[in-house]
């Protein structure tokens, strides 16, 4: 899976431990990003609806959720990629402003990239494997790339994996049902049917995600726009259409307690992040207000689940703790009927559920 900020890599065994202990059959993954929490909740048996604003991951959704593994013909899947991986490199837009104009990647891989990419949008946007074959690009470009993890920036001198060959692979495809939404959370919400279980992992502050993950959405898009600045970023990033209200301090509290509020969902979970502007004791309320019954906020390190020390708090009205103190902590809400919110703490404090790393 592609690097990606605030991904919830750590978190998938917790939340799948969650989606079990809820008994969910239908899901719903809002702020997607990489799709590896609805992929997750989709390899449990969960048909997930996942949405994002960025297009990209609507790329990764309709290959992770909307594609059936079961339905795939693997070997003329990899007669295509083989295909692909064949082809002598062009060099076009790719490799003139992330190869040249600014060192994203080396040249030898995006004349390759190029290439791909330009065959793919001639050849294969009607192929019933378009997408499993432009997340293969993807993936295998964040493998050779020179960056921290963003492309707000390329590293001075080439990273190590920079050298590397691109090499195109099957994505690992899962069965079952899914589907993708392109689209802002903040009208998505309002048209989703309701779902056993609602995720949401909005981004809580100020840095986007359309200029952090500006070469993504252009490999995807592919259509080559003007970029400015040292790192080549989108001329269109400047445009009010591609700001969220999620990265606006003053916007964002308001737009997630609607979000909170639009959710239809037997349970909610919400993933907290401690460089929020949004207190914990306001998501607690806007869950509450929402109608659900009791909200936990459930603590973990990057090894393991701590403790439910902030306890559970019901409409009475108990306050949530201090936790912009608690540094290198994963915090989730988990809102619904008590009985509900109460079976799935014991489920993921019994267990002992150590996160991936
Ligand atoms: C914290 S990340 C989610 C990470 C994800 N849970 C994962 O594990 O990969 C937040 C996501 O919100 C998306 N986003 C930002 N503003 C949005 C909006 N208004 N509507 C929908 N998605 C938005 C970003 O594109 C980003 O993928």
Redesign the pocket.
Known sequence: MIK??????TL?GVLGAIAQASEAKTAV?????????AGEFKRMGLSVIA????TY?DVLGKCYLETDANQVNMAALQEKIDYLSGLPGVPGYFTEHFCEDARFFQPKNGIRIDAIRDELEKNFQNDSDYYILLTSLMLAADKVDSTTGQHMAYLKSWSHRAGNELELKIPDLIPGTGKSIL????N?VKDLPEVDLFYM????NQH???TN?HIWETLVRWDKPPVYGVAMKRLDSRSSVNH????KRRKMPG?FKDVIANAKAKTLVV?Y?NESWVEPIDIAEAMLQAGHESVALLEFDYKRYIGSQIGIYNKSGAKVGAVGERLNKELIFIAGETFRVEAIEQVVAGRGIEPRT
């Open positions: 990606y900020l605030g991904s919830k890599r998938v993954d809002l702020f997607t990003g990489t799709t590896r929490v949405s994002d604003s960025a991951s689209g802002l959370a903040e998505v992992d909005p981004p809580y986007r995600y359309f993950y969220s209200v999620f990265n737009a993933s992040n």
